[in-house]
């Protein structure tokens, strides 16, 4: 898969995963791929989702509770939105095996760690993680084994952490084909606030705002949607569970990068009004860019209009 090589003995004997959308089913399917469990066991809210996920194959068991699918788990990864983080963990806490690792998926790592780490036993390690990958899809069906590879999974193991239980998580994200970076909790939550929350903000409020306008007639948005209002539409499709999540937990450093955008803004508003190309001009050659080294990072691909399969012109008739 891509250079990432089977493992021959499991990582883990058994892993258990507390949601199966797009990031639980991916790592399921990556898991079950790569030989890294020796038992996966998964939870999923609705009746409907458990059966799909039976039918799907992917893991050994589909519980109808969470305390159920954490017994004796080696590994038990909180695959849920981050609002439902710290209630899930009171939950569990009772029925965690001594030794075992506890992480998570979610885009906010600050307030993850305030409300799960109170409630998880001593002999438990907690080591917080965020795979920075991921679609606008969502659901059991929407996940697949390579999403991480060659993506970065950031952990935020609080201080005085075990670090073998680091190390072992580490290890576990490297096999399905992740990069893995180590922070503060406090620092992922500023970095994504610039990197993600934002530019979500962003497209969610774009979007919007081309739904709220009258002159214009939402088949004419639909039907003429440039490159770029239609890229803002597929970030704006993302979950709302959990980007109301992310917004209301990941809420001071959010605010602090939205004043910096807002007067930013106005700098370029400014430019327009005044007719300043100039000043406009060395703004989109800095930010072109930015582009450039995400591409040369290997972050993106390079292809013209991000790789999208285009029609091809038929044959002239004759």
């Known amino acids: 898969m891509n250079g990432v090589e089977v493992n021959d003995t499991p990582l883990f004997n058994k892993i258990a995963l507390i949601g199966f959308g797009l990031i639980g089913g991916s790592i399921a399917r990556a898991a079950r791929a790569q030989g ?56 569990i806490a009772g029925h965690l095996k001594p030794g075992a690792i506890v992480s998570d998926v979610g885009s906010v790592k600050g307030a993850v760690v305030r409300d799960m780490a109170p409630y998880l036993p001593e002999g438990v390690h907690f080591v917080p993680a965020h795979p920075v990958a991921g679609t606008e899809h969502s659901g059991p069906d929407s996940g697949f084994a390579e999403l991480f590879i060659n993506r970065w999974c950031i952990l935020t193991p609080p201080e005085g952490t075990d670090t073998a239980a680091v190390e072992k998580l580490r290890a576990f994200w490297a096999a399905i084909g992740a990069k893995v970076e180590i922070m503060t909790p406090d620092h992922h939550d ?53 980007w109301r999540d992310v917004f209301l937990t990941n809420k001071d450093a959010v605010l602090e990068m939205l004043g910096t955008f807002t007067e930013d803004l106005s700098k370029l508003t400014r430019a327009i009004r005044r007719g300043d190309g100039e000043a406009l001009f060395e703004h989109f050659t800095r930010t072109r860019a930015i582009r450039r080294g995400i591409v040369e990072i290997g972050q993106d691909s390079a292809a013209a209009d991000f790789g999208r399969p285009h029609a091809h012109l038929g044959k002239k008739p004759e």
């Open 36 to 91: 890294l469990a020796g038992e996966i066991v998964t939870t999923a809210r609705s009746a409907k989702t458990r059966a799909r996920v039976m039918e799907l194959g992917i893991v050994d068991a589909v519980l109808e509770t969470n305390a159920q699918a954490v017994e004796n788990a080696d590994l038990v990864i909180l695959c849920i939105p981050v609002g439902a983080c710290g209630p899930v963990a009171q939950e």
């Open 190 to 242: 500023m970095v994504l606030a610039i990197t993600s929350h934002l530019p979500h903000l962003i497209a969610y409020t774009i979007v919007g705002t081309a739904d709220e306008l009258e002159g214009v007639t939402q088949s004419e948005v639909l039907k003429f949607s440039a490159g770029g209002f239609r890229d803002f539409t597929r970030i704006a499709a993302s979950d709302p569970t959990m």
